[in-house]
């Protein structure tokens, strides 16, 4: 096992990972990639990655510097209207409520094709809600809830690297822990990333000192893909430590923020940001984390998408690994102690997963009334946004999103870009039923 705690690829046995067929054939690597997606984005016209106009992209652009992550008020204005909309009332003092202020602060400072530009030259774009490289894990975003008041699934996402964001989620590990981790922590966050990798599984962290780093660098020493999700944005390196080491994971998997380039860590970023480690992925992996540690936030999330989360033991006299023996101890985690049950553990839920739903099927007969009214007014192929969905049903946008998010929990309905539609469950339900004797 290489050394985790290595700066330069020599130490990590990383002597290729500037090219990381080196270790694996061109391609089944070309194939766990995505490699086709592009490395910059023509923000000037429709793009071949789905439906987004550049009008909605620019917009989504300028939002995700105009608001910050996890912004409901935001978020939730766009879900009714759409992101152009959204923008123009910011723009033209329209937008409700009192967090105009705070939005139209940020106006007079910023350039939105600037920082479409600014991406594009370290090889980024930014991928949006119909997009067809959009993962759709991160729909559950919808009724996972709040932490502190914040929530809900991005407006969009800045992407650094080549590789097709969904491609390379779509079979993916969380691996987070401390950032003061021991170097048992270390070596093992290493070992079961490098054995996960092997297994084809993307390892997704935070691209922090300590575990994260750990994790990052066992994926790329195995030639594996690995996706640094970033309180910063994707031309900031944080920590500046660092830079190569993201230089390497935008080389061989992406680096991924929803603040937009240039943006600078702020503490409640990292929190929020722990939602994107947790929906994206699988499951989520805890190694070393105190009794007060950032990673169990990231847990936490994991158990509100309705992910699978493990937890890797330490002796029991260390208190790095306190919070992980109670997250295991109260049935929050199941104990892990190799890279086989990691990807046991996600196997499991990835065929879950396979299907709309992420609850228990349930028939109509078990809706409540608000509920079945909503899902009448849901569209069949067609998404609808919720405003819309809100004035077939006759129902309060609020509501409609609530009822929307049991809908989706029960496999009734599925997302598709910034609207909703019924499920594939749903319609080959009702098409049996209206060719029925």
């Not at 409700?96 to 600037?114: C, K, T």
């Not at 809600?129 to 914040?150: C, Q």
């Not at 929803?258 to 409640?268: A, D, H, I, L, Q």
Request: hydrophobic fraction near 40%; glycine fraction near 12%; charge should be neutral.
């Amino acid at each position: 096992m290489a050394n985790p705690a290595g700066d330069a690829p020599g130490q990590l046995g990383l002597d290729g990972v500037g090219d990381p067929g080196s270790t694996r054939s061109p391609e089944n690597q070309e194939n766990r990639r995505g490699v086709g997606a592009p490395a910059a984005v023509d923000s000037s016209a429709r793009d071949s990655r789905g439906g987004v106009t550049s009008a909605e992209r620019r917009a989504r652009a300028a939002l995700t510097r105009l608001g910050e992550p996890g912004d409901l008020t935001l978020a939730r204005f766009v879900a009714e209207h759409g992101a152009e909309a959204a923008y123009d009332a910011i723009r033209t003092s329209r937008f409700p409520g009192r967090r105009l202020g705070d939005y139209q602060s940020r106006l007079a400072a910023f350039d939105p094709d600037r920082d479409l530009e600014t991406a594009a030259t370290v090889g980024g774009r930014l991928v949006c809600p119909g997009d067809a490289e959009w993962p759709p894990s991160l729909d559950v975003l919808d009724v996972a809830g709040t932490i502190d008041g914040r929530g809900g699934p991005p407006l969009a996402l800045w992407v650094r690297g080549r590789t097709d964001l969904r491609a390379v989620t779509a079979r993916s590990c969380a691996f987070v822990g401390a950032r003061a981790a021991t170097e048992y922590g270390l070596y093992v966050a290493a070992e079961l990333a490098s054995g996960a990798a092997d297994h084809d599984v993307t390892i997704v962290s935070g691209g922090a000192f300590g575990i994260d780093a750990a994790a990052h660098r066992g994926a790329l020493a195995a030639g594996g893909c690995t996706v640094a999700v970033l309180a910063s944005g994707v031309d900031v390196p944080y920590p500046r430590a660092h830079e190569q080491l993201l230089s390497w994971i935008a080389d061989a998997g992406l680096v991924i923020s929803e603040v937009p380039p240039g943006s600078t860590p702020r503490r409640p970023r990292f929190l929020i940001r722990n939602r994107l480690i947790a929906a994206l992925t699988l499951g989520t992996v805890v190694v070393e984390a105190a009794l007060r540690s950032g990673a169990l936030n990231t847990a936490s999330w994991a158990d509100r998408c309705h992910r699978e989360v493990m937890g890797v033991p330490g002796p029991v006299t260390s208190v790095a690994s306190a919070g992980v023996h109670r997250l295991v101890r109260d049935g929050g985690a199941v104990l892990v102690t190799d890279a086989e049950e990691v990807v046991e553990q996600i196997g499991r839920l990835g065929m879950d997963l396979a299907s709309p739903k992420t609850g228990v099927s349930r028939s109509r007969d078990g809706l409540d009334p608000r509920a079945r009214q909503v899902l009448e007014a849901v569209p069949v192929l067609r998404a609808s946004g919720v405003a819309s969905i809100a004035r077939s049903a006759g129902v309060a946008a609020d509501e409609v999103l609530a009822a929307l998010g049991e809908l989706f929990l029960l496999g009734f309905v599925e997302r598709q870009g910034t609207g909703w539609r019924l499920s594939a469950r749903e319609r080959d339900t009702r098409r049996h039923q209206s060719s029925g004797p």
